[in-house]
């Protein structure tokens, strides 16, 4: 096993575009099978969408809250004989989620199989037998989509025709939404299981109902966070690539990767220095890869401009004076309209005046990350991303005290007069910082048919070139982006020869 050297005298070199999970996960596992590992990162920290914002006393994570499946982290650690626990203490969450309706009806979304049974059955008796089917479903999905599917490579016809028979069995053809509403009858229950594909990027009425494993997943591995926030996870890996010897780059841009011979062999950073590489791994947003970084004979322009984009994000951090210790760490807030919002976020061209939000309070189960007695929030709005044409620099205000006026109405009494330091994102931000395409929250949407084979390869269109993260198979949030390497592995371990 490498070790604190740089690999085996003349070891092959591989170059990993971006620190994201998915290429930190890629570079670790480069590693292990022996690569000198260059990352390279445009910002100045690693974490990607995982990025923090420090700010006059509060710790912001600006990215993913919900961790599931954290033995996919464990998995890491252990490539190298170490543990996760050594590095960073995962807190359980308690609820999951707290989910408000218009109505002002609320539902306590986990933290147990037993809890959730017990939560369904106070808030819609008759739907309680569906909900166990539904369950049911959840885990056989599971079981197909997660365990046997998702961490194998889909870069050929074949492989696709494989799963097809699981996938129709399973009604991986039909949307979450209209899974869900074959079990469960309250409309307010239905959004409850099946909002999840927002959290990837997707539409409901549209994503595969492979994504209805997520309430089994949930259940299966727990929700966590980790203490210090998602940023010291970040710290730990970053420890992790260091002391096995992975270098990393940061505030480097990669322009263009090198091709020669019509392999993979290097890249080129902004001002021109070149690194060659024998093997190129790609974490950038997987239709930036084909369209900016590759050159003419081998990027997919039509594919890129043919497909779907996940919605676009407006994030908005904010600390205040005093606390709400009532708030639980994952609050969900609907408003009164679901699918007509949702089509006016996906094929809308303006900012929703209702929209529904996420809020995320930290201190509900870590007080490390902000001053004692004080709050730090951040709270997240679904929009429409670029193609829509939304002028930010005027709608981002808006916005913004659209959001915070709906806070204070439904969850923070009291909250005017109490902000005292805060920052946003927008889909233009994510554009310029993360490079992402079209200012995509989650790169291209989840939806069938882009999907395994559909979505972007992990194995890229030249020999050498790897991708990696939302865009390519199984797909966006953390679970998926970091089982994303460990399709790339098994790639590249078959062409690695020692
Ligand atoms: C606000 C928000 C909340 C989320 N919440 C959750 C959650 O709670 N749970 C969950 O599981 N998922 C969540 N997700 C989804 C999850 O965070 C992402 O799907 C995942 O982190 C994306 O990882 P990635 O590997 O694709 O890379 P990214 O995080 O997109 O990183 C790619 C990196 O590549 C760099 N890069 C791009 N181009 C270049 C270049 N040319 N040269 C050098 N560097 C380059 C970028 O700067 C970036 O750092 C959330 C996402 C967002 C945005």
Not at 140 to 154: C, I, M, N, R
Request: proline fraction near 7%.
């Amino acid at each position: 096993m490498p070790r604190d050297g740089l690999g085996p005298p003349g070891a092959q070199h591989v170059v990993v575009i971006g620190a994201g999970f998915g290429g930190i996960a890629a570079a670790l596992r480069a590693r292990r099978l022996g690569y000198q590992v260059t990352v390279v990162e445009r910002l100045p920290a690693i974490g990607g969408r995982a990025r923090v914002f420090q700010q006059d006393g509060f710790t912001f994570d600006a990215g993913p809250t919900v961790i599931t499946a954290p033995q996919l982290f464990d998995e890491l650690f252990a490539l190298f004989g170490e543990r996760l626990s050594d590095h960073v203490e995962l807190l359980p969450v308690r609820p999951w989620y707290r989910i408000l309706f218009a109505d002002g009806r609320h539902f306590e979304y986990g933290s147990s199989a037993e809890e959730m049974r017990a939560a369904v059955a106070a808030f819609a008796p008759d739907d309680l037998a569906g909900y166990d089917r539904l369950m049911q479903r959840s885990r056989a999905l599971y079981e197909v989509g997660f365990d046997q599917l998702g961490a194998q490579p889909f870069h050929t016809a074949r492989s696709m025709l494989r799963a097809l028979p699981a996938i129709i069995r399973f009604g991986g053809y039909r949307s979450v939404s209209s899974l869900v509403a074959g079990f469960i009858r309250d409309e307010a229950l239905r959004k409850v299981f099946s909002l999840q594909p927002l959290l990837i990027g997707g539409h409901p009425f549209r994503t595969s109902a492979i994504y209805a494993l997520i309430p089994y997943l949930e259940q299966k591995w727990g929700v966590w966070f980790p203490r210090g926030g998602t940023g010291a996870l970040v710290s730990a890996l970053e420890g992790l690539m260091v002391r096995h010897g992975i270098r990393l780059q940061l505030g480097r841009t990669v322009s263009r990767i090198l091709v020669s011979g019509g392999r993979a062999a290097g890249v080129e950073l902004d001002g021109g220095v070149r690194l060659p590489a024998d093997i190129v791994i790609a974490n950038s947003d997987a239709p930036h890869v084909h369209a900016a970084l590759l050159p003419d004979p081998v990027r997919r322009m039509r594919q890129v401009d043919r497909m779907n984009y996940s919605m676009g994000l407006f994030v908005l951090c904010f600390g205040t004076d005093r606390s709400w210790p009532d708030v639980a760490h994952h609050t969900i807030i609907l408003g009164e309209r679901w699918r007509t919002l949702l089509d006016e976020i996906f094929d809308g061209d303006q900012v929703p005046n209702d929209p529904s939000l996420y809020l995320h309070r930290p201190a509900a189960t870590d007080a490390s990350l902000q001053p004692p007695g004080q709050d730090g929030f951040y709270v997240l709005a679904p929009v429409p991303n670029l193609r829509a044409g939304i002028d930010w620099d005027r709608a981002a205000p808006l916005l913004r005290n659209r959001i915070l006026k709906l806070l204070e109405e439904r969850v923070l009494p009291g909250l005017s007069g109490h902000i005292v330091t805060e920052r946003s994102m927008t889909p233009q931000d994510f554009a310029h910082d993360y490079l992402s395409r079209h200012g995509a929250g989650f790169s291209v949407a989840p939806t069938l048919l882009q999907s395994a084979f559909f979505r972007f390869h992990n194995q890229g269109p030249i020999p050498g070139l790897y991708l990696v993260g939302a865009g390519t198979h199984p797909g966006a949030g953390v679970p998926g982006v970091l089982t994303t390497a460990k399709v790339m592995e098994s790639l590249l371990a078959a062409e690695t020869v020692h």
